[in-house]
């Protein structure tokens, strides 16, 4: 009877995690191995946080991808990357990614490269082609588009 009461405990904590902010099953494995809750128990607390709906693969990654992308702009691939990161299954990462409407994804890589083409002091030295370049890619943008971008503002 204490097990069962103690597995009651952790589902209540973890469920108060889940409400907090969209999990993905691998953040909220992490943090039951975190809290050192023992590997017996695992499978059980995430089937009744899934049955309770407090646990949503799907609806964590459409999540994550609209607030990725709106917040932090960050282009599909960094998007792709950190959902791979978090053992999403390639169909519940296309199906999200997919719902980026287009021109929404090209008017916000064209404000940001605008924006850091700008920070560069329109500079167009070798130094700052660089540094434009490794600024998008980090953030997840597509090599074509950002050297298309550079033959724009880098007119050299």
Not at 7 to 13: G, P
Not at 137 to 155: A, C, H, M, P, S
Request: aromatic share 14%.
């Amino acid at each position: 009877m204490s097990e069962l009461f103690r597995q009651s405990d952790i589902v209540k904590k973890l469920q108060r995690y889940c409400v907090y902010q969209d999990r993905c099953h691998k953040e909220v494995v992490d943090k039951m191995k975190l809290m050192k809750i023992p590997y017996s128990l695992h499978d059980n607390v995430i089937v009744e946080l899934i049955k309770d709906d407090f646990l949503n693969e799907e609806r964590f990654v459409f999540s994550f991808v609209r607030g990725k992308f709106r917040i932090k702009k960050w282009g599909k691939i960094k998007l792709r990357n950190e959902l791979f990161q978090r053992n999403i299954t390639s169909f519940l990462i296309n199906n999200a990614i997919g719902q980026i409407n287009d021109n929404d994804y090209m008017e916000t890589f064209d404000e940001i490269a605008l924006k850091k083409f700008n920070n560069l002091n329109n500079e167009t030295d070798l130094s700052s082609k660089k540094k434009f370049v490794t600024y998008l890619q980090y953030r997840g943008w597509e090599t074509d588009l950002i050297f298309k971008k550079v033959n724009v503002l880098f007119k050299t």
